[in-house]
């Protein structure tokens, strides 16, 4: 599956749109590493916990977002972008969607 952020696959044309498609993930971080990453955040700097489950969940979105669009017949996903919000004060929602397309090798 290619998966692009722009709005046509280089090298391809796209034949047919298929639709919006999306990928939802909600994760929340354990009462131990919320108190881990509640200390470093005391001294500043990165909070290695929370971009390590950000970074998780924007995979696993990726990949809820191309099987839908497996399921819809698609061979791309076109304009992919990411949104994301808060939860609750432990809840993080990470959201990828874009346009599920068939593309074609050619100009």
């Known amino acids: 599956m290619i998966v692009v952020t722009t709005e046509e ?3 391809h ?38 971009t390590a489950l950000v970074e998780d969940a ?14 819809m017949g698609a061979n791309a996903v076109v304009r992919m972008m990411f949104d994301s919000s808060e ?5 993080t929602e990470i959201v990828a969607y874009g346009t599920a397309v068939v593309v074609e090798a050619g100009s």
Do not use: C, P, W, Y
């Open 58 to 71: 924007r995979r696993q979105a990726i990949d809820r977002m191309v099987q839908n669009a497996t399921l």
């Open 13 to 50: 044309r796209i034949v047919e749109a298929k639709g919006q498609v999306f990928g939802v993930v909600v994760r929340s971080r354990g009462l131990g590493g919320n108190i881990v990453a509640g200390l470093r955040s005391l001294f500043g700097g990165e909070i290695h916990e929370f």
């Open 9 to 11: 696959v280089v090298g």
């Open 87 to 91: 939860m609750g004060s432990t809840m």
